[in-house]
């Protein structure tokens, strides 16, 4: 996974004026937004398992 893939991600998950995406996709694995942030702008690695916590949260948004 790659910050643009993220990019993606945080796109589809924009309200209807196109804001909250960043914000809405680092509270599904409980994350804070400034650690996503840095994964979108690439100051922080994205590794298998920050990729297997996003998406499984976009899977299970509820945690069901």
């Given at each position: 996974?790659?910050?643009?893939?993220?990019?993606?991600?945080?796109?589809?998950?924009?309200?209807?004026?196109?804001?909250?995406?960043?914000?809405?996709?680092?509270?599904?694995?409980?994350?804070?937004?400034?650690?996503?942030?840095?994964?979108?702008?690439?100051?922080?690695?994205?590794?298998?398992?920050?990729?297997?916590?996003i998406m499984?949260?976009?899977?299970?948004?509820?945690?069901?």
């Open positions: 996974m790659t910050p643009a893939d993220l990019r993606v991600i945080c796109n589809s998950l924009n309200d209807e004026r196109g804001t909250g995406g960043q914000i809405r996709l680092a509270r599904l694995p409980g994350w804070h937004y400034s650690t996503l942030w840095r994964k979108l702008n690439g100051k922080s690695r994205i590794i298998h398992s920050d990729q297997l916590a499984r949260a976009i899977e299970n948004p509820k945690g069901q």
